[in-house]
T-cell receptor, first 116, second 114 residues
Framework: NAGVTQTPKFQVLKTGQSMTLQCAQD?????MYWYRQDPGMGLRLIYY???????DKGEVPNGYNVSRLNKREFSLRLESAAPSQTSVYFC???????????????FGQGTRLTVV | AQSVTQLGSHVSVSEGALVLLRCNYS??????LFWYVQYPNQGLQLLLK??????LVKGINGFEAEFKKSETSFHLTKPSAHMSDAAEYFC????????????FGSGTKLNVKP
C-alpha cells in the first residue's frame, strides 16, 4: 500500500537550474497539494488541485508551477531555482469530493531540496 | 483564511509526565481539526481528527484531543509521556465547505527527558 509517493527524496540544485518534483497517489483521491516546510513556519501551501484538470494557487506560489497530469499525479516545477526555495517539499492528497466524504490529508515522505 | 496558533514551539516533559500541546484556530464556523506527528526526516502522520460528533477524540499512541468550540481550541494531551513520543506535532484545520484546504500551525517540538 504505497499511499503518496514523491521523487526524488533529495536534490541539490544550482541557482537558476530547473527541476520537477513528482508526486503520485494510489488512493483514488480527487484533491492533491504541494506544501513547503521551513523551520518555525509549519507547512505552507504552494499550490493545490481540487480535482483532475484544475489547479489553484496557495499561500506561496511565486516561483513555482504545477501540473495535474491525471488523477494520480501532481508535479511541482521550479523554473529557475533560488536559494530561498531551499526547503522540504511535501505532496499530499485527500479524498474530498462531496458531503460526507471528507478525509484527512495523506502525506508523502518529502523531498529535501537545497539550492546553492 | 483560517489561522492556526500553536503555543510553544518547544515543549519539554519528563518521561511519564502529562503532555499538553496547545492549538487554537480562528474561524466563525467550526472547522475540521487534525493533529499530525512528524518524526525526524519523515512525512506527517495523522494522530487524530475531529469532524463531527463527540468532542473528545482519541487517537493513536495514547493521544487524545478535545474540541472546545467556545474557546476555539483543540489541545492535544497524553497522560504519560514516553521517550518515543519525541517528535514535532502539527495542528491543522480545514474548512467545511466543498473543498478541503488545510491550514497548519507552526508546529511544536516535543522533547521527552529520561
Amino acid at each position: 500500500n504505497a499511499g503518496v509517493t514523491q521523487t526524488p527524496k533529495f536534490q541539490v540544485l544550482k541557482t537558476g537550474q530547473s527541476m520537477t518534483l513528482q508526486c503520485a497517489q494510489d488512493m483514488n483521491h480527487n484533491s492533491m497539494y504541494w506544501y513547503r516546510q521551513d523551520p518555525g513556519m509549519g507547512l505552507r501551501l504552494i499550490y493545490y488541485s481540487a480535482s483532475e484538470g484544475t489547479t489553484d494557487k496557495g499561500e506561496v506560489p511565486n516561483g513555482y508551477n504545477v501540473s495535474r497530469l491525471n488523477k494520480r499525479e501532481f508535479s511541482l516545477r521550479l523554473e529557475s531555482a533560488a536559494p530561498s526555495q531551499t526547503s522540504v517539499y511535501f505532496c499530499a492528497s485527500n479524498g474530498s469530493g462531496g458531503w460526507g466524504r471528507r478525509t484527512e490529508a495523506f502525506f508523502g515522505q518529502g523531498t529535501r531540496l537545497t539550492v546553492v | 483564511a483560517q489561522s492556526v496558533t500553536q503555543l510553544g514551539s518547544h515543549v519539554s516533559v519528563s518521561e511519564g509526565a502529562l503532555v499538553l500541546l496547545r492549538c487554537n484556530y480562528s474561524s466563525s464556523v467550526p472547522p475540521y481539526l487534525f493533529w499530525y506527528v512528524q518524526y525526524p526526516n519523515q512525512g506527517l502522520q495523522l494522530l487524530l481528527k475531529y469532524t463531527t460528533g463527540a468532542t473528545l477524540v482519541k487517537g493513536i499512541n495514547g493521544f487524545e484531543a478535545e474540541f472546545k468550540k467556545s474557546e476555539t481550541s483543540f489541545h492535544l494531551t497524553k497522560p504519560s509521556a514516553h521517550m518515543s513520543d519525541a517528535a514535532e506535532y502539527f495542528c491543522a484545520v480545514s474548512d467545511r465547505p466543498v473543498f478541503n484546504k488545510f491550514y497548519f500551525g507552526s508546529g511544536t517540538k516535543l522533547n521527552v527527558k529520561p
